[in-house]
């Protein structure tokens, strides 16, 4: 088949591999027929995480058809649609049984903290991903589910990660009627909590971001406010000021997609961008709600060396939540969104690419080119 394959920070190409095979009873072959790029796509393109080995192949956002599944298999058939969370779990472990998918503790061997992600590097269980014409799944009796017949694939790759974070964003915010809701970062998964702070009652949200096509998006797309902190010399004094110099009730860290920088700016926080291995947004989150409120935290952030104001989320009374998103949790409400017409996934879909261009899709994602908010990849088998 063929497949992306990262070979070292910033090169990545297309090549033959071996198709995958069962290796399980309980495993299923899908045929990928959507993936998507995604904003923590870049810290492993870019090299900002661990044990990122040659070879492997990225790609957690994907759907497909059932192409062959193990003999212990009960709910899957080969030619079934299916849309697969990017947590791969096992079902039935203690975190499991709690409905903390991101958390299992079988599909790991380092799972001091994440449990299985696919196409994450060997730190999050080295199993390959899906920006390629076959994937395997594993415990494809728990995580991967038929997608519905009204719902289109291109909305359903969108659930596989980027809304049903952006959704547990704005959750984990805990978001009470009338509250205003500040968001940092205007990625898509920014974009998604912005536009699910609304279904839950938020009556004001705000998002943040230094790209204005991006701001463009966040005001069409989810109807929020905006400022451009990089127009602004103090974007937390200036929210202070627009919140009745309280703060906003709840802000949701959004800042998984931009993970640009050199180590040395990591170390320092020197480059005051936002981006996920430099607590600077965290920081802007901390100081910008107002005392006893609620930061949400979704962003993915890499391996940090500079200092996170704790000291200020704990005399402030805050409550801070974060997690990887449990994918599969969302899914019953979301379905109800998207049916009902409050949600479209893909209008934030700006690009639609071959498999085999992938390494320009990679470049125009992470470089910020040509409008790009959302990448889908095309497999060739399609």
């Known amino acids: 088949m063929r497949a992306m394959v990262y070979r070292g920070p910033y090169k990545v190409r297309v090549e033959e591999k071996d198709m995958p095979r069962i290796e399980h009873p309980n495993d299923a072959i899908v045929k990928v027929t959507r993936a998507a790029i995604c904003g923590s796509d870049l810290h492993i393109y870019h090299g900002m995480m661990p044990d990122t080995r040659v070879g492997s192949t990225f ?11 193990g003999p212990s298999v009960r709910n899957l058939r080969p030619g079934d649609r299916v849309m697969v969370p990017f947590n791969i779990y096992c079902g039935s472990c203690y975190f499991c049984a709690r409905g903390l998918y991101s958390n299992c503790h079988n599909v790991n061997p380092n799972a001091t903290a994440v449990g299985g992600i696919y196409g994450y590097s060997h730190t999050c269980g080295g199993y390959d991903g899906g920006q390629a014409e076959y994937v395997r799944v594993p415990f494809a009796d728990v995580g991967p589910a038929p997608i519905p017949d009204w719902m289109d694939e291109e909305d359903a790759v969108l659930l596989t990660d980027a809304l049903a974070t952006g959704y ?11 509250d205003t809701v500040v968001v940092f970062g205007a990625g898509p998964v920014g974009l998604f909590a912005a536009k699910s702070s609304w279904l839950m009652g938020a009556g004001r949200v705000i998002v943040v971001d230094h790209l204005e096509y991006r701001l463009e998006k966040a005001r069409t797309f989810a109807h929020a406010e905006t400022y451009n902190f990089a127009e602004h010399d103090d974007i937390v004094v200036d929210l202070k000021k627009a919140t009745d110099h309280l703060g906003a009730d709840v802000v949701i860290d959004a800042v ?15 480059k005051l961008k936002l981006q996920g291995g430099s607590p600077v947004a965290l920081n802007w989150a901390i100081d910008s709600v107002r005392k006893g409120g609620t930061v949400s935290v979704v962003g993915a952030y890499g391996p940090m060396f500079s200092a996170v104001k704790f000291g200020d989320a704990v005399n402030k009374g805050l409550t801070l939540r974060m997690n990887q998103c449990p994918v599969k949790r969302q899914w019953p ?3 109800e969104h998207i049916r009902n017409g409050y949600l479209k ?5 700006t ?3 071959p498999l085999e ?3 320009e899709g990679y470049h125009l994602f992470s470089s910020k080119l040509d409008g790009c908010i959302k990448t889908l990849i095309v497999p060739n088998n399609h």
């Open 345 to 349: 996934p893909s209008d934030i879909v």
């Open 256 to 270: 998984g997609a931009e993970a640009d920088g050199n180590l040395t700016q990591h170390i320092t926080a020197a």
């Open 59 to 69: 790609g957690h956002e994907f759907v497909g058809v059932v192409h062959e599944v």
């Open 168 to 178: 547990f964003g704005a959750q984990l915010g805990d978001i009470a009627e009338g």
């Open 351 to 353: 690009h639609r690419i």
């Open 357 to 359: 261009h992938i390494a």
């Open 333 to 335: 409400r979301l379905f």
